[in-house]
């Protein structure tokens, strides 16, 4: 029933009995609530009954048909009440005045300053929002031996409010001081681990598993988030856990059929679907956007279905062109996002995202394709009931991996890695320009800081120390990061000027000063993506450390492609061995810059109709045997 509706007045009868109008239930229940004798609990029961048939705006108006006709001690719980379906149809100042009004009849109502704050946030008022969580803490922090356990929840709800918005203002030291606050009162908080732990890789703090209070070793190990444990352990077997601890957390149960086999009937073109919310300035929108383009239109229709931000770069703008269809369903809940791309036919679902963040696998996990595939976006084994396929070579995944994958491998011949030969590269800067040293080695590591771990940053200070006159040139995300890192330094006897600190710059500029390094020192357990892609089309070299898992053996896949497979380590010996013998003969430097300027763009690492090929065949393989019948 619309407001136009219910906006219409009772209209008394008159005349003929038998021709008066007859009321609503509606217009029966807005009668009852003017007459101003309604209590709150019948108020309750009604708009419940209004909700209960899906009609909150029905609900809205009899809450405030009563707040305006009743003279009641309990208006502030129907301000609240109805504060809270107002932010649910996200009318969010409607829904911050009722809150601020329940505030000031009962200023202790901790409950509507929670929402006050969620409201504030929603529309840009994060300071608002930080100050009513901070006073809801102060009002509810729970004593010793308090009996109240609504007011615990209530503290803990408002800590955990206060640590994600700071987070997400990068404000990593107040957002990590309410999370030991908020796992003090309360250990056993999965989610919160979870932030706790990955919040320390982003700050370089070590070591990095540091207890608190309660929270016992193997609670912060089992709650190290799936893409944390790719930073944090190269076990295979860790890794697996990890992910397998996120579905059974995060995704829910079904045991729906499979949505795809109640699509329409496959034929044609194959049907190819990408699913991603990273179709922007993000490294995978980096990675992917040629091979988007070059997909052979007469063998594929290509689909996109996507949630990225509309970051208006030339980058989105491109890869949105190079699909023949795009679906935006950041605003459709999972199965309703399933069930479109089921009902289009898609016959090889590829998921960009695995459980990263903003990562939507409950819609994998409806198998609206019958062909579901894991590629880039999360090297690792995702464990998404659904995804029963993980793009490889047999570099990157070695058959002594497949135990510790839930995926089968699709092993393309030379690299599993796609990249864009069309990136723009800015002007050639000088070293002068980023405070690097004319004569002396730079080293250099721009990969995010949350990959940096422990005990690579120190054999990268041992790699400093042996090569005199070198620097280290590294990416430094936020001031917690470059202080631990220099007084980590310092711990070695490195002077603070041999770390030095690049700011983020636009692409174009980030991929032209990789001329200026000398050698890339790769990060372990998670290897380098993208960066290695852009430092080897850049001509700079990479030593990298593979080990057991996929992601740790992404830049050897690379390397091997490019033809420089002597750059490859096993152990941390030989990796810290290499870049100091390398380091000191700058010639032996030079001399594989000179080969990747010369060779490497021609490389079948940079084959990209090759690589497409490759995929492309893959992949139809696949979804041909899926249209057979069985």
């Known amino acids: 029933m619309s407001a136009t509706t219910l906006a219409a007045p009772l209209t008394a009868p008159t005349g003929d009995p038998a021709s008066a109008p007859v009321a609503t239930p509606a217009q029966a229940d807005l009668a009852r609530l003017r007459s101003g004798a309604c209590p709150l609990a019948e108020l309750l029961d009604r708009t419940a009954a209004w909700q209960a048939r899906g009609d909150d705006d029905t609900a809205i108006r009899l809450y405030a048909e009563w707040l305006a006709h009743t003279d009641s001690p309990f208006r502030h719980v129907a301000l609240f009440n109805q504060g809270t379906l107002l932010a649910a149809r996200q009318r969010d100042t409607e829904a911050e005045a009722a809150y601020r009004e329940a505030l000031a009849l009962l200023p202790a109502f901790s409950q509507a300053r929670l929402n006050l704050g969620h409201a504030l946030e929603r529309r840009g008022d994060t300071d608002g929002a930080l100050a009513e969580w901070a006073r809801v ?28 918005l700071n987070e997400q203002l990068r404000r990593f030291d107040v957002a990590e001081a309410h999370m ?18 990955h919040i320390r890789q982003k700050q370089c703090e070590w070591p990095l598993y540091r207890t608190v209070g309660e929270v016992t070793p193997n609670q912060l190990l089992m709650g190290t988030s799936a893409l944390a444990m790719l930073s944090v352990s190269d076990d295979p077997a860790r890794q697996l856990m990890a992910a397998l601890r996120f579905v059974q957390e995060k995704l829910p149960r079904t045991n729906h059929p499979p949505l795809h086999t109640s699509g329409p009937r496959r034929e044609g073109r194959i049907r190819i679907g990408y699913l991603s919310g990273d179709l922007a300035m993000h490294a995978v929108g980096l990675l992917t956007a040629e091979l988007f383009e070059l997909h052979d239109r007469s063998r594929f229709e290509t689909f996109a279905f996507c949630w990225s931000r509309e970051d208006g770069s030339p980058l989105r703008e491109r890869l949105l062109k190079s699909f023949e269809h795009v679906y935006r369903i950041g605003q459709m809940d999972d199965t309703l996002a399933a069930r479109l791309i089921a009902g289009l036919g898609i016959d090889v679902l590829i998921d960009l995202q695995g459980l990263t963040n903003g990562a939507r696998p409950a819609i994998l996990a409806l198998r609206p394709a019958p062909v579901q595939v894991s590629y880039l976006g999360f090297p690792g084994t995702c464990a998404i009931p659904g995804v029963d396929w993980i793009v490889a070579d047999r570099f990157v995944m070695p058959e002594a991996l497949l135990p510790f994958h839930t995926e089968r491998p699709i092993y393309l011949p030379v690299c599993y890695q796609v990249s864009d030969r069309q990136r723009p590269v800015g002007a050639l800067p000088t070293r002068a320009q980023y405070g690097l040293p004319e004569d002396g080695f730079v080293y250099c590591s721009f990969n995010n800081n949350f990959k940096f771990t422990e005990e690579v940053f120190d054999s990268w200070m041992r790699v400093l120390a042996a090569v005199p006159g070198s620097v280290l040139w590294l990416l430094a995300d936020n001031d917690w990061t470059r202080a631990n890192l220099l007084a980590r330094a310092a711990q070695h006897g490195i002077a603070e000027q041999r770390l030095v600190f690049a700011p983020r710059v636009a692409p174009p500029d980030y991929l032209a000063r990789f001329a200026l390094a000398d050698l890339m020192l790769d990060t372990f357990p998670y290897n380098a993506g993208t960066t290695a892609s852009d430092a080897l089309w850049m001509g700079l070299p990479i030593v990298t450390l ?16 490019v033809g420089l497979p002597e750059l490859i380590t096993e152990t941390l010996p030989d990796y810290e061995r290499l870049a100091v013998a390398i380091g000191r003969s700058p010639g032996r430097a030079r001399s594989y810059r000179r080969y990747l300027e010369r060779d490497g763009r021609q490389s079948p690492l940079f084959d990209m109709p090759a690589r497409v090929r490759e995929l492309e065949d893959a992949l139809a393989a696949l979804a041909l045997k899926a249209r057979q019948p069985e």
């Open 137 to 164: 803490v102060a009002d509810t922090r729970p004593l010793p031996d308090d009996p109240r356990p609504e007011q615990r929840e209530l503290c803990l709800h408002a800590l955990n409010n206060l640590a994600r």
């Open 546 to 561: 593979a080990g057991r898992s996929y992601i740790s053996r992404m830049a050897g896949s690379l390397l091997t492609a």
């Open 180 to 197: 030991v606050d908020s796992l003090t009162i309360k250990p056993d908080q999965f989610d919160v681990i979870q932030h706790y732990v």
